[in-house]
């Protein structure tokens, strides 16, 4: 915890002139988006492992001779959940001389201290929100961390564009080409997109994910294709024509190409001790208050075989 400006610019000491912790403010954070469109599921493994079943053809013609076909085989597919940590330290006596000074307590039981309860609603728990929704369920790439040294929050676990990427690699998820993303196109991508994907699934809901940056071009696209004038009172909505099939925006999915489909049911998210991430364990030492908690989560694909997405192989123009 920093306050050095804050002591530079009020002073070191404390006077009570009506500050409270509604003069404390803060940027938005990002609220978790990506695990509502998810199935979840809660899991004492930390691999999960399941079974496609992959049918072929078994009508044949008739002939007096036995000629059978093999008509099943079954694949693996397992998905990983990941362990999170958050370990923070706080002095509370630092604010005790300070305009923070009114989160201070005469307790000698530091960890009960008001400024403790402050940081974990107001800071703690909304900055976890973000870093999982904004770097680790669209971006992440998981690396194994260096002991002693707080690795990357990107590091953390494989995300959905990682998921996909490497799906689409092995020839497991399947891929659609239309071309680099335009503004200016992306309505007419978005049908290709569609008409890219099995018909037997077309018939299927599924939300079309992307980020909120492309959502928006999506609808302006819409708009500009003459499904909405401002002199009408026809709202304009995230639907794709002639489809069951909605646009999604995913801030998971921000400062990416990515769009992606599959079943609500296809789409895992898996967790352990899920309630860790606003639960904390709070320890004190002397005079430092420990703030500690980790809980394990991942992504996955029930079925790779039932996902689709504009990402292309690596090396041939991947999005």
């Given at each position: 915890?920093?306050i050095?400006?804050?002591?530079?610019?009020?002073?070191?000491y404390?006077?009570?002139?009506?500050q409270?912790?509604?003069?404390i403010?803060?940027l938005?954070?990002q609220?978790?988006?990506?695990p509502?469109i998810?199935?979840?599921?809660k899991t004492d493994?930390?691999?999960y492992?399941?079974?496609?079943?992959?049918?072929t053809r078994?009508?044949?013609p008739?002939?007096?001779g036995w000629?059978p076909?093999?008509s099943a085989a079954?694949?693996?597919?397992?998905?990983?959940?990941f362990q999170?940590?958050?370990?923070?330290?706080?002095?509370p006596?630092?604010?005790?001389?300070?305009w923070?000074?009114f989160l201070?307590?005469?307790?000698?039981?530091?960890?009960?201290?008001p400024?403790?309860r402050y940081l974990?609603?107001?800071?703690?728990?909304?900055s976890?929100?973000n870093?999982?929704e904004?770097?680790?369920y669209g971006?992440g790439?998981y690396?194994?961390p260096t002991?002693?040294?707080a690795?990357p929050v990107?590091?953390?676990?494989?995300?959905l564009?990682?998921?996909?990427q490497?799906?689409?690699?092995a020839?497991?998820?399947?891929s659609?080409n239309?071309g680099?993303?335009?503004k200016d196109?992306?309505?007419?991508?978005?049908?290709?997109f569609?008409?890219?994907?099995?018909?037997?699934?077309?018939n299927?809901a599924?939300?079309?994910c992307m980020?909120?940056?492309?959502?928006k071009?999506?609808l302006?696209?819409k708009?500009?294709?003459?499904f909405?004038?401002?002199f009408?009172?026809?709202?304009?909505?995230?639907?794709i024509?002639f489809?069951?099939?909605k646009?999604?925006?995913l801030?998971?999915l921000?400062n990416s190409?990515?769009?992606?489909?599959?079943?609500k049911?296809?789409?895992l998210?898996?967790t352990?001790?899920?309630?860790?991430?606003?639960?904390?364990d709070?320890?004190?030492s002397?005079?430092?208050?420990?703030?500690?908690?980790?809980w394990?989560?991942?992504l996955?694909?029930g079925?790779?075989?039932?996902?689709?997405?504009?990402?292309?192989?690596?090396?041939?123009?991947?999005?």
């Open positions: 915890m920093d050095s400006e804050l002591i530079i610019a009020f002073g070191a404390y006077e009570q002139a009506g409270n912790v509604s003069r403010k803060r938005l954070t609220g978790i988006e990506t509502k998810c199935t979840p599921l493994d930390t691999i492992r399941l079974s496609q079943i992959n049918m078994i009508v044949q008739f002939q007096q000629t076909i093999n079954f694949t693996p597919n397992e998905l990983r959940l999170f940590k958050v370990d923070q330290d706080i002095q006596d630092f604010i005790t001389a300070s923070l000074g201070d307590s005469n307790s000698l039981t530091k960890k009960d201290y400024l403790v974990i609603e107001n800071n703690l728990i909304p976890i929100q870093d999982m904004m770097f680790v971006h790439v690396q194994a002991p002693g040294v690795g990107v590091s953390c676990m494989d995300g564009i990682k998921l996909l490497t799906g689409v690699d020839s497991t998820i399947n659609v239309i680099p993303l335009d196109s992306i309505f007419d991508q978005v049908e290709a569609i008409d890219g994907i099995s018909e037997i699934y077309q299927e599924m939300d079309v980020s909120q940056t492309w959502y071009h999506y302006r696209d708009r500009v294709s003459g909405y004038t401002k009408s009172d026809k709202e304009i909505d995230n639907g024509d489809t069951v099939q646009v999604k925006a801030p998971s921000n190409n990515v769009i992606f489909a599959t079943p049911a296809n789409l998210h898996l352990k001790k899920s309630a860790n991430m606003t639960k904390f709070i320890q004190e002397k005079r430092t208050v420990s703030i500690l908690t980790d394990w989560e991942g996955g694909f079925m790779n075989a039932a996902v689709w997405t504009n990402l292309q192989k690596t090396g041939s123009g991947s999005v």
